[in-house]
Protein backbone atom coordinates (compact mmCIF):
# COMPACT_ATOMS: atom_id res chain seq x y z
CA UNK A 1 0.00 0.00 0.00
CA UNK A 2 1.30 2.98 -1.08
CA UNK A 3 0.71 6.57 0.87
CA UNK A 4 0.79 9.44 -1.74
CA UNK A 5 -0.76 12.18 0.73
CA UNK A 6 -1.29 13.29 4.00
CA UNK A 7 -5.37 12.04 4.18
CA UNK A 8 -4.67 8.46 2.97
CA UNK A 9 -2.74 8.22 6.17
CA UNK A 10 -4.80 9.89 8.31
CA UNK A 11 -7.37 7.72 6.90
CA UNK A 12 -5.70 4.19 7.01
CA UNK A 13 -4.89 5.29 10.88
CA UNK A 14 -8.78 6.01 11.34
CA UNK A 15 -9.13 2.41 10.08
CA UNK A 16 -6.93 0.81 12.41
CA UNK A 17 -8.45 2.62 15.42
CA UNK A 18 -11.82 1.30 14.68
CA UNK A 19 -10.58 -1.86 14.24
CA UNK A 20 -8.99 -2.12 17.69
CA UNK A 21 -12.58 -0.21 18.90
CA UNK A 22 -14.45 -3.11 17.45
CA UNK A 23 -11.78 -5.63 19.30
CA UNK A 24 -12.29 -4.17 22.92
CA UNK A 25 -16.51 -4.11 22.26
CA UNK A 26 -16.48 -7.68 21.21
CA UNK A 27 -14.09 -8.63 23.98
CA UNK A 28 -16.48 -6.94 26.74
CA UNK A 29 -19.14 -7.94 24.91
CA UNK A 30 -17.56 -11.63 25.20
CA UNK A 31 -16.94 -11.05 29.08
Do not use: K, W
Not at 4 to 17: F, G, H, R
Amino acid sequence: MRFDNASTVVYYCLIQMNIINLGILAHIDAG
